[in-house]
């Protein structure tokens, strides 16, 4: 009986220390989360380009006493400009009616309707190469009113993905510089936005008129995009 009381005490002894020792040992299977810090900035990136294209408004306006009358007379010309600028190699494709317009002229205490005025105006896209030539034409056919050069780049899309990847190495050295100058490395990226989108910015163009001749001067266009990239870094 003494025998079986002394195990059973040395039994509880040990179940004791086993214990004590667990609460002393360090949890080796668990591992702390190492902080994430993030990131984040703006890369601005641009592209100069010479614009390859002009549009124009070329517009006419004709007057008569009745309403037919103004704009029948002013379809005529507006059919002669339209007929001059595919002569002068404008596809049809290019030239697109803007707007049309009809109303009264009125005696000079307003209370008389006395003729009609008509306006006509199209729209014409084409190289700027050729854009001194369909001004003369479009004025030789009978347009007397003439709006623009719109200047633009045909080759916008690939100019705009030169200016994002711009964008992209501007977003990373700024985050590199910030990293470094906080004691830590650039792990990964986390996100990235776009920005902005293909949006040419003239900075110098100029457009010079003489009586007998137009000539279009093309200058330079910026092509802008910027991206917002979050970095992880530790």
């Known amino acids: 009986m003494n025998r079986l009381r002394n195990v059973l005490i040395l039994g509880g002894v040990i179940l004791v220390a086993a214990a004590i020792a667990g609460i002393a040992q360090p949890q080796l299977g668990r591992s702390a989360t190492p902080s994430v810090t993030r990131i984040t900035v703006t890369g601005n990136g641009t592209v100069n380009a010479t614009p390859d294209r002009a549009s124009f408004d070329f517009g006419v306006t004709t007057q008569a006493s009745t309403a037919k009358e103004a704009l029948s007379k ?12 595919k002569k002068a ?15 009264p002229q009125t ?3 307003g209370n008389q309707i006395v003729g009609y005025q008509a306006s006509n105006s199209v729209s014409v896209t084409a190289p700027l190469g050729q854009s001194g030539d369909l001004v003369d034409a479009a004025v030789s056919a009978g347009a007397n009113n003439v709006s ?8 916008k899309s690939s100019l705009y993905d030169d200016a994002l990847k711009q964008a992209l190495a501007d977003a990373k050295g700024k985050a590199e510089a910030i990293a470094t ?4 490395t650039i792990t990964g990226v986390e996100k990235v936005t776009e920005g902005g989108q293909a949006t040419p910015l003239p900075y110098l163009q100029a457009a010079k008129a003489a009586a007998a ?3 279009i001067e093309p200058g330079t266009q910026q092509i802008q995009a910027s991206v917002t990239v979050t ?4």
């Open 74 to 85: 002013n379809a005529e010309h507006a059919q002669a400009i339209v007929d001059a600028l």
């Open 89 to 103: 190699g404008v596809a049809a494709s290019d030239i697109q009616t803007t707007e049309v317009s009809l109303w």
């Open 107 to 109: 005696s000079n205490d």
């Open 148 to 155: 623009g050069p719109n200047l633009d780049t045909s080759d």
């Open 181 to 184: 100058a906080s004691g830590l």
């Open 213 to 215: 001749e137009v000539t």
């Open 231 to 234: 970095y992880s870094a530790g």
